[in-house]
């Protein structure tokens, strides 16, 4: 006789856990490699190894499940998890568009929602650019714009952890990209002028534009991140910061690509900048 494989978490603990407790089991999870990420109401501590457990026995491809302890709140963006099931490691190979990243969850920031967001920037790129890639991370962002262009790309990372992982990563995918360690404050004066600059710091890159705009070349583009309740608002806090900096804007676009909070959303704005005559 064969049983029928449980569509969901909650299908799979049907009979483990009781109809208050099954409510509060999470509809979803996120995979990164072979580590699936769970963030498990406090309601259920005395269960997390059994939903862990289940969670591995159900989904095959899953080796380790682990569950969020904190917010991304550090300077480097991290969080710390516990390992609730499977293998003792918290690092694993993340495949994204031709790209194989390697990777700690716990070391260095990381969103595997952020594919869309990271293809639409890469598509943009065109052979013959200078693309500076600001809070570079383990190399998403340089990695997957070198392997889609003939483009001259740095990437930089204050992280020591994360940017091991972006040296990695750029040998792991045969590109050339140039990894620099360190502040963007401290770095990128040195590096000339570029035709596009990826901000992906959305809490304060605007701190930072008093950096990256005299980095821009006439006609260069700013991507800058942001989190904020509309795209109206994060155009408007651009608009202003660039104008006490000294220049006007043109805002070429503004895209959402994901949640914060119920409250605010995480936006790209693309846009040039240009002196008032
Ligand atoms: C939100 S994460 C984004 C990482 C990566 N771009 C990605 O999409 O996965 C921001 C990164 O900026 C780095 N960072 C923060 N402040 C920095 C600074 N002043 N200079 C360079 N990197 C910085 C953090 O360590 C972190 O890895």
Known sequence: ?????????????????????????????????????????????????????????????????????????????????????????????????????KLDIEGAYFSPRLGTERIRIANQVKADERVLVMFAGIGFYPVLIAKKSNAEVYGIELNPVAFGYMEENIRLNKVSVTPIQGDVRKKTSDLGKFDRVVMPLPKDAENFLDISLPALKDDGIIHFYDFARNGEETTKKVEKICLELGYETKILDVVRCGSYSPALSRFCTDFMIYRPI
Do not use: H
């Not at 509060?24 to 990420?37: C, H, K, M, N, T």
């Open 1 to 101: 006789m064969c049983s029928k494989k449980p569509k969901s978490l909650k299908e799979a603990l049907n009979d483990k856990l009781s109809p208050e407790k099954l409510k509060l089991v999470p509809r979803s999870w996120d995979i990164v490699g072979d580590i699936a990420i769970l963030d498990i109401p406090i309601q259920l501590d005395d269960e997390k190894e059994l939903i862990g457990n289940t969670l591995l026995n159900t989904f095959k491809p899953i080796r380790v499940v682990v569950n969020k302890l904190s917010e991304v709140k550090t300077e480097y963006r991290t969080r710390k998890f516990e390992i609730i099931a499977g293998e003792d490691r918290t690092e694993t190979i993340y495949r994204e568009y031709e790209c194989r990243y």
